[in-house]
C-alpha cells in the first residue's frame, strides 16, 4: 500500500471539477422531489390515491422500483429510484478511469517506477470513490432531513445510496483487473450493471421478490425507507463489495502491469478496407458507444411511453401537477405534457452522447493517437469531421429510435398507433438543434481551450439538466432557464403551428460553434 495517500492526492486534484459537480447535483434531486410531493399532495387522501396509482402500474415500477407507502418520503424514495442506478454508473466508470486508463496510457507504469506499493492505485482509487459515495450518502440524507422528513428514513435512504455506489464501484475495480483495455472493462462492468437493473426491473415489474433480491440494486431499493426501514440490505451491500473488493486487490498484486486476467484476443493480421481513412476509424471508434446508447434511449422510451396514459391519469384533477406538467411538456395535456417532459430528459442523454463522441478527439490527442494518424496525408479538418459525424449524427438516430419507440408503445396503450408514430417522432426530433448546441460547445472546448474542454462540456450538460429536472419544479425565474439551449425547444406536441424561429436560432448557433471550433483547432499545437 505504499504511496496510496499520494495517489489519493492526485486523484482528488484530477477531479477537483467533475467530483463536487456530480455530488451536488445529486445530493440536491431527492430533496427537491419530497418538497415537490409536500406541495403538489398536502393530504395523505392525495398521496395515498397518488401512490395506488403508482404502485399499479407496472411500467413506473419497473423504471423507478416499487413504492413502499404513502408518506412523502416513501413517494421521494421511489421517485428518485434511478439515483442508485446513476451513481453506480459514475462510480464504475471513476474507479475504471484511475485504474486500467491509467495503466493503458502509461503513466501507472512511471509511477510505479517509483516508490509505489502493487496494491496503491486500486486502493487509492476505490478509496476516494467510497468516500464520495459515502459523502454523497450523507448529503442526501442531510437534505432530506432539511426539508422535515424522518431521520431514521433519510438515513437508511442516504446510505442505500452511498452503497449501491460502492458495490459498483467494486465491480469496476474487478473489471479493470480482468481485461487489458479501459474500454473492455468499461464494457464488463457496464454489462454487469445493465444485467442488475434488468434482473431488478423484471422482478418488480412481475412482482417476483425473489428476483429483484438477485440484484445489488434490488437489496438497495429494499431498504423501505420511511416506512420500516429494513437495515439487513445495507449490510449484504457492503458484505459483498468487501468481498469483490479483496478478489479485485489480490488480483491486482498477482497480475503483470498492463495484463489482465483474461486473455487478449488477437485482432486479424491485415486491416480490414474501412479502416484506410479517418472515417472508417471514426467509425470503429464510435459504433459500439452509439449502439448501446441507442438501444438504451430506445428502451426507455418503450417504457415511458406504455406508463404515460396511467401517468396522466395518477395526477388528473390536480392543477399544480398539471401546470408543472405543462411547463415542462410544454402542451395542456396532461399525457402529452408527461410525454414531452420525458422525450426532454432523452435529449439530455442523446446530448451526452454527442459530447463523448466530440470529446472522443481530445481523447486520441491526449493518449497520442491523433498525433501518428495526423502524420499522414489526413488532414486536420478531416480528421475532425470524422469524429463530428458521429457527433452530430448519432444524436438524431437516438432520438428517432426513442421517439418511434414511445409513439409505438404509447399508440398501443390509447389504440392509435398511426397517428402517435409520427407525432412523437417528431417531438423527438425537435430536441436536435439543442442537442447539437451542446456538441457545437464542446467543439469549441476542444478548439480553443483543449486542456479544459472535458470538464467544461460536462459541466455545460449538468447544468441543462440541473435547470430542465428543477427549473419548472421550483418554478425559476424565465430568464434562468432560457440558459439551456433547451428550453428553446418548441412545444411540438401542442396544438397549432410549430415556430420555426427557434429551431433556426438553435441551428445557426450550434453550426457557429462547431465551425470556430473546427477554424481554430489546425492553428494550435496538439497538447497531451
Do not use: K
Not at 129 to 145: F, W
Not at 170 to 197: D, F, H, I, M, P
Not at 265 to 279: E, M
Amino acid at each position: 500500500m505504499t504511496g496510496t495517500w499520494h495517489l489519493v492526492r492526485l486523484i482528488l486534484r484530477r477531479d477537483r471539477v467533475l467530483l463536487p459537480i456530480w455530488l451536488l447535483l445529486l445530493a440536491v434531486l431527492p430533496a427537491s422531489y419530497a418538497a415537490t410531493y409536500a406541495a403538489l399532495y398536502p393530504t395523505a387522501a392525495q398521496r395515498a390515491e397518488y401512490a395506488a396509482g403508482t404502485a399499479g402500474n407496472p411500467s413506473i415500477v419497473a423504471l423507478l422500483g416499487p413504492v413502499y407507502g404513502d408518506s412523502v418520503g416513501a413517494l421521494a424514495a421511489q421517485r428518485a429510484g434511478l439515483l442508485h442506478l446513476i451513481v453506480g454508473l459514475i462510480s464504475l466508470l471513476v474507479v475504471v478511469r484511475h485504474t486500467r486508463a491509467e495503466e493503458e496510457s502509461g503513466r501507472r507504469e512511471l509511477l510505479g517506477a517509483t516508490v509505489l506499493g502493487r496494491r496503491a492505485g486500486l486502493a487509492a482509487a476505490l478509496g476516494v470513490t467510497y468516500a464520495a459515495d459515502l459523502l454523497l450518502g450523507l448529503l442526501v440524507a442531510g437534505g432530506l432531513v432539511a426539508v422535515d422528513l424522518p431521520a431514521a428514513g433519510s438515513l437508511a435512504y442516504g446510505l442505500s445510496v452511498a452503497l449501491a455506489g460502492v458495490a459498483f464501484a467494486t465491480v469496476g475495480a474487478l473489471a479493470a483487473q480482468l481485461t487489458e483495455s479501459a474500454a473492455g472493462a468499461r464494457g464488463l462492468g457496464l454489462g454487469a450493471l445493465g444485467v442488475a437493473y434488468l434482473v431488478r426491473l423484471a422482478g418488480d415489474a412481475g412482482g417476483t421478490e425473489w428476483l429483484s433480491l438477485l440484484s445489488p440494486l434490488g437489496w438497495a431499493q429494499r431498504t423501505h425507507p420511511y416506512s420500516g426501514e429494513r437495515w439487513w440490505p445495507l449490510a449484504l451491500l457492503a458484505a459483498g463489495s468487501a468481498l469483490v473488493g479483496a478478489v479485485a486487490l489480490r488480483l491486482s498484486a498477482r497480475r503483470d502491469l498492463g495484463a489482465g486476467v483474461l486473455p487478449q484476443r488477437l485482432g486479424p493480421a491485415v486491416a480490414g478496407r474501412t479502416l484506410a481513412g479517418p472515417w472508417g476509424l471514426a467509425w470503429r471508434l464510435n459504433r459500439v458507444a452509439l449502439l448501446g446508447w441507442t438501444v438504451g434511449a430506445a428502451a426507455l422510451g418503450a417504457v415511458l411511453g406504455g406508463a404515460a396514459e396511467s401517468a396522466g391519469d395518477a395526477v388528473d384533477g390536480n392543477a399544480t401537477v398539471a401546470r408543472m406538467m405543462e411547463r415542462l411538456g410544454g402542451t395542456t395535456g396532461i399525457a402529452e405534457a408527461y410525454l414531452g417532459a420525458t422525450l426532454s430528459v432523452v435529449a439530455l442523454a442523446a446530448a451526452g452522447y454527442g459530447i463523448q463522441a466530440a470529446l472522443r478527439m481530445r481523447a486520441e490527442e491526449t493518449a497520442q493517437w491523433a498525433e501518428p494518424v495526423l502524420a499522414t496525408g489526413v488532414s486536420r479538418p478531416r480528421w475532425v469531421l470524422a469524429h463530428l459525424f458521429f457527433a452530430l449524427l448519432g444524436p438524431v438516430v437516438m432520438l428517432a429510435a426513442t421517439g418511434l419507440a414511445t409513439g409505438l408503445s404509447y399508440g398501443l396503450s390509447v389504440g392509435d398507433v398511426a397517428g402517435r408514430v409520427p407525432r412523437l417522432t417528431g417531438a423527438a426530433l425537435a430536441h436536435v438543434p439543442a442537442v447539437w448546441v451542446l456538441v457545437g460547445l464542446a467543439v469549441l472546448l476542444f478548439g480553443l481551450l483543449p486542456r479544459f474542454s472535458v470538464p467544461m462540456a460536462w459541466a455545460a450538460l449538468a447544468a441543462c439538466l440541473l435547470l430542465g429536472q428543477l427549473g419548472a419544479v421550483l418554478e425559476l425565474s424565465q430568464w434562468l432557464l432560457d440558459v439551456s439551449p433547451f428550453t428553446h425547444t418548441p412545444p411540438v406536441l401542442a396544438a397549432g403551428p410549430i415556430p420555426p424561429t427557434p429551431l433556426l436560432v438553435l441551428t445557426t448557433t450550434a453550426a457557429t460553434l462547431t465551425a470556430t471550433g473546427l477554424l481554430t483547432f489546425p492553428h494550435r499545437d496538439l497538447t497531451p
